[in-house]
């Protein structure tokens, strides 16, 4: 079945400080991944996407995320975390085709201390 | 830039009352789609709807729920009956024929039904 993990439900970090959100996904064909964010009052916004190519793209926002197959991973990473960041984050795949319907995760929230 | 437009921002209706949620997006996309997210739980696919027809629908999706595109600018979600477990943030999206798996989304109708 056709699955996104988010396996942290809540992260804390200092800001200036690294982060990284996990992401697994389970998928019979090749993913299309996808990163969304979502801040308060606002909708979810496309932070970085994954089609095929380097494995390591580059989004919005200083943000990126790599694509490791062998793992089922696609993880969100930032050098150095602004207050601005604090939000929820939520992983996506999706597999094109007819539909083309995204199957989220469920979201990892951000908070960022100063 | 341009953005998918969702009114109301919350709805509030009782419980075996239709409600119509309404969503304009983005001019030049085709694929139009709805998830909605109750509280503390995952984003879910509802429906996608392309050239005046749906392409495909959630289990979610039944009887009570319709979607039509009553002019060349608007999406609705119907839900003709409520029910309590119906409560929860209903996002639309929209994408491009190419790349079309790029969605769009809004900032989303919350509904409570009491």
């Known amino acids: 079945a056709q699955s996104v993990t988010q396996p942290d439900i809540h992260i804390t970090v200092s800001e200036g400080a690294s982060l990284e959100l996990r992401c697994n996904y389970s998928?019979?064909?090749?993913?299309?991944l996808f990163w969304y964010v979502q801040s308060p009052g606002q909708g979810l916004q496309l932070l970085l996407k994954y089609f095929s190519g380097d494995t390591l793209v580059q989004g919005i926002k200083g943000f990126e995320a790599e694509f490791k197959r062998s793992q089922s991973s696609f993880n969100l990473r930032k050098p150095s975390v602004h207050w601005s960041d604090a939000a929820e984050y939520f992983c996506a795949v999706g597999g094109g085709g007819a539909t083309n319907k995204l199957i989220f995760g469920t979201g990892t929230l951000l908070a960022v201390q100063p | 830039e341009p953005e998918v437009t969702q009114t109301p921002s919350h709805q509030v209706t009782q419980m075996g009352q239709e409600v119509i949620l309404r969503c304009v997006p983005i001019?030049?996309?085709?694929?139009f789609y709805w998830y909605r997210q109750i509280l503390g739980q995952k984003v879910e696919f509802l429906v996608s709807f392309y050239n005046n027809e749906i392409s495909e629908k959630s289990e979610i999706f039944d009887d009570q729920f319709s979607v039509e595109r009553p002019d060349g600018s608007n999406f609705t979600l119907k839900i003709r009956s409520t029910k309590l477990e119906d409560s929860a943030m209903y996002f639309c999206a929209s994408s491009r024929t190419e790349p079309r798996r790029i969605q769009y989304f809004g900032a989303g109708t919350r509904l409570s039904v009491l």
């Open positions: 001019s030049n996309h085709l694929y």
């Open positions: 998928y019979g064909a090749t993913p299309y």
